[in-house]
């Protein structure tokens, strides 16, 4: 399984860490788009890569990308 930390996902979507985990902390998706889970048998913040793919793709979808 490939995965990613929290530095390259916000460097995939252009925002700062900080934002990314106050949206994770807090359950706030991002119009309407929810975030993928941090992988729960891992300490650090990482994520399955295709979850953060979908995601993406949500948000281009909805014209926020």
């Not at 929290?6 to 949206?23: A, C, N, P, Q, T």
């Amino acid at each position: 399984m490939i995965t990613l930390d929290i530095k390259e996902f916000s460097m995939l979507l252009g925002i700062r860490e900080s934002e990314i985990y106050h949206h994770i902390r807090k359950g706030i998706p991002i119009n309407g788009v929810p975030f993928p889970k941090p992988l729960k048998q891992i300490k650090t913040h990482r994520f399955n890569y295709e979850e953060v793919m979908r995601f993406i793709e949500d948000l281009k979808g909805k014209g926020e990308l």
